[in-house]
């Protein structure tokens, strides 16, 4: 079964940057999608990035266009989140979720099966 563990969060000064890890066991992630989510206190779960299997196409939410850039590496079974310019409305615990649809498709919660446990990112002065 595909177990995701999240790494990579913390505090981190407006302006600053992180980059979030989604680490696959169990499986290899080649045949997964693999999307980023993100929920902050007394909001619903929203997509944030989502990457295809192959990598060739990715999708971003219209509030981190130009500042974060989804990658993954097949061969460490990882996929990454670089996020620079933060800003306080990006503080959510984030999640990594993966599936294994035929079709890529939207990047929504309810389209991704398998979930990490998510980090915490706190974008604050």
């Known amino acids: 079964q595909l177990r995701i563990v999240e790494s990579g969060g913390g505090l981190v000064q407006p302006g600053g940057s992180l980059r979030l890890s989604c680490a696959a066991s169990g499986r290899s992630l080649d045949y997964y999608s693999i999307g980023w989510f993100r929920q902050a206190p007394g909001k619903e779960r929203e997509g944030v990035s989502c990457i295809s299997s192959s990598g060739d196409r990715a999708n971003y939410a219209d509030s981190v266009k130009g500042r974060f850039t989804i990658t993954r590496d097949n061969a460490k079974n990882t996929v990454y989140l670089q996020m620079n310019s933060l800003k306080p409305e990006d503080t959510a615990v984030y999640y990594c979720?993966?599936?294994?649809?035929?079709?890529?498709?939207?990047?929504?919660?309810?389209?991704?099966?398998?979930w990490g446990q998510g980090t915490q990112v706190t974008v604050s002065s």
């Open positions: 979720a993966a599936h294994s649809r035929m079709v890529f498709g939207p990047c929504v919660p309810t389209y991704y099966n398998y």
